[in-house]
């Protein structure tokens, strides 16, 4: 018998909301934008952006409007190419 390629073999990815494990493709990728700031209010302030990768699942990517906010990224990034 030849061997099939297992499903549920996958990748895990623990949503960063709840903990629960999920397979990749059942896991929903977001960019979050993360801020450094001093909190100096002056001149000498430093901020700094950075995208950490994190995985939800689908229910709490649904809870955060992950969705929503993908779909007008995309609206966004097609209003910019036009
Ligand atoms: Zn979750």
Redesign the pocket.
Known sequence: MAKKKRRGKEKLMI??????R?PRDKSVRYDRRVTYSTDLNSKDDIKSFHFIEAY??I???KAMRIFEKKKSKLMKQREEKV
């Open positions: 949503c960063a909301a709840c903990g629960r999920v939800y699942c229910s709490c990517a």
